[in-house]
């Protein structure tokens, strides 16, 4: 049974804007770490982005920072990534992970996430 259900993936041009979302149990977006992961065609996973419960910390990945933008919508119990200014790039299958927290800033170790979506797919295009 999948915990964490990613939506919005989609083939778009360079330069376009897309919006991911992750529904997540009640108990996983109120308390756990979560994060955005990609992994590019032939390239191992990347941690992109990543948020702390509550929303207080975020963390970018260099080459998604400016770009991306990470939030929680407590109301739907989901894990938000616009992404603007999409690029060639960031082409790939975008996936929703969480791990429990252990205060601060969540980690963009993708080694570290525990919960994972089956992912969305992001393609981007000249």
């Known amino acids: 049974l999948l915990k964490l259900v990613e939506s919005g993936g989609d083939s778009v041009q360079a330069g376009s804007s897309l919006t991911l979302s992750c529904e997540a149990p009640v108990y996983v977006h109120a308390s756990y770490c979560m994060a955005w992961v990609r992994e590019a065609p032939g390239k191992e996973r990347e941690g992109v982005a990543s948020?702390?419960?509550?929303?207080?910390?975020?963390l970018y990945t260099p080459s998604v920072q400016g770009r991306f933008a990470i939030s929680r919508d407590d109301a739907k119990n989901t894990l938000i990534l616009q992404m603007n200014s999409l690029k060639l790039e960031d082409t790939g299958t975008y996936y929703c992970?969480?791990?429990?927290?252990?205060?601060?800033?969540?980690?963009?170790?993708?080694?570290?996430?525990?919960?994972w979506g089956q992912g969305t797919r992001v393609t981007v295009s000249s």
């Open positions: 948020m702390s419960p509550g929303g207080v910390w975020a």
């Open positions: 992970a969480a791990r429990q927290t252990s205060g601060g800033q969540c980690p963009l170790m993708v080694d570290s996430y525990e919960m």
